[in-house]
């Protein structure tokens, strides 16, 4: 198992930035494929970004392609996500999360592991 635990997360600004960390725990951390995921009130959680186990390859959600990076640093076992020009309707908790599935998935039920979240609140 591997325990995941984001911080970053604060009160900004339309078209501010923000970048989220995820630390994640144990000596396995490469065999996982890493994601972010957020949820707003009253909305069903949905996917942000993800990142191949090496660090190769991404995608993205639709809503946040080209202001949103997600990287990785594989020797500090530790997931970012850069983000820019930020909306209010990017206000939600945002969670990291782990899958053992050896391709990019982007579906909630497929990832194993999540942390607790931390909470991106943008103003208009």
């Known amino acids: 198992q591997v325990q995941l635990v984001e911080s970053g997360g604060g009160l900004v600004q339309a078209g501010g930035s923000l970048r989220l960390s995820c630390a994640a725990s144990g000596r396995t951390f490469n065999t996982y494929i890493m994601g972010w995921f957020r949820q707003a009130p009253g909305k069903e959680r949905e996917f942000v970004a993800a990142i191949s186990r090496s660090g190769g390859n991404t995608y993205y959600a639709d809503s946040v392609k080209g202001r949103f990076t997600i990287s990785r640093d594989n020797a500090k076992n530790t997931v970012y996500l850069q983000m820019v020009s930020l909306k209010p309707e990017d206000t939600a908790v945002y969670y990291c999360?782990?899958?053992?599935?050896?391709?990019?998935?982007?579906?909630?039920?497929?990832?194993?592991?999540w942390g607790q979240g931390t909470q991106v609140t943008v103003s208009s």
């Open positions: 999360a782990a899958t053992r599935n050896i391709v990019i998935i982007t579906t909630t039920p497929a990832y194993d592991y």
